[in-house]
């Protein structure tokens, strides 16, 4: 074979083995950039779901610049009220301005108008939680009586005992002017024991 066609030969050769190892080399350099792609889309996606796990485990807490507004809920003793607040808190979403507190139920017995140990426990839980929240809100004092007897004398047994509430409010330091009687007695709007002042806090 004469040395020209030798050379050509081995020229094709080699271009042709060129050629494979520049095609395989393409191949893999876009192999490469895939699966870094895929990577960072992927820590990307992690990352993205660890901030809003953070997010989801932020809890609503209670401060001077987040406002009351009554709930529906009437607790009528401690531990009902301390887990009403709780479970207000928990279904609260974190960054809230606003706060729906329950309302403190407080029963008396027939013919009494006293604050016993636990009524004042009670009232005490909901004026620890009013000193957490904005000062513009006023605690509402509602007296409801029963009303199988004489009218006049259940609705001023009633004041009596909302007047006893609020006393022992400004005892406690709360201002005159954040705390409201609200009458008259309305018994009919009262399901179950009517001898009772609901006490709330509310803008």
């Known amino acids: ?20 190892t520049s095609c395989q ?23 993205a779901a660890a901030e809003a796990a953070a997010r989801a485990a932020r809890v609503f ?8 507004v009554k709930s529906d809920v009437v607790a009528e003793d401690v531990e009902s009220y301390k887990q009403a607040v709780k479970d207000a808190i ?24 006293d604050l016993n140990p636990e009524t004042k426990a009670l009232l005490q839980e909901l ?8 000062k513009s809100a006023v605690i509402l004092i509602e007296p409801y009586s ?3 007897s ?20 400004y005892y406690k330091q709360i201002p005159a002017k954040k705390v409201k009687v609200v009458c008259p007695c309305k018994a009919s709007k009262i399901d179950g024991n009517k001898r009772r002042v609901n006490v709330s806090i509310a803008e």
């Not at 004026?127 to 904005?134: K, M, S």
């Open 146 to 148: 029963n009303d199988t």
């Open 25 to 47: 080399s393409k191949k893999a350099k876009e192999a490469a950039e895939r699966a870094a792609a895929e990577a960072a889309a992927k820590e990307a996606a992690e990352r």
């Open 127 to 134: 004026i620890d939680v009013y000193n957490t929240l904005d």
């Open 90 to 113: 928990a279904q609260t979403p974190y960054g809230s301005t606003t706060f729906a507190l329950p309302t403190a139920g407080v029963l008396y017995g027939k013919e009494r108008c």
């Open 150 to 169: 004489d009218k006049e004398y259940n609705q001023a047994i009633a004041v009596e005992r909302a007047n006893l509430v609020r006393n022992w409010l």
């Open 61 to 68: 807490k209670l401060s001077d610049a987040v406002t009351a």
């Open 1 to 20: 074979m004469k040395l020209s066609k030798i050379i050509a030969v081995a020229g094709l050769v080699v271009l042709a083995a060129l050629g494979t």
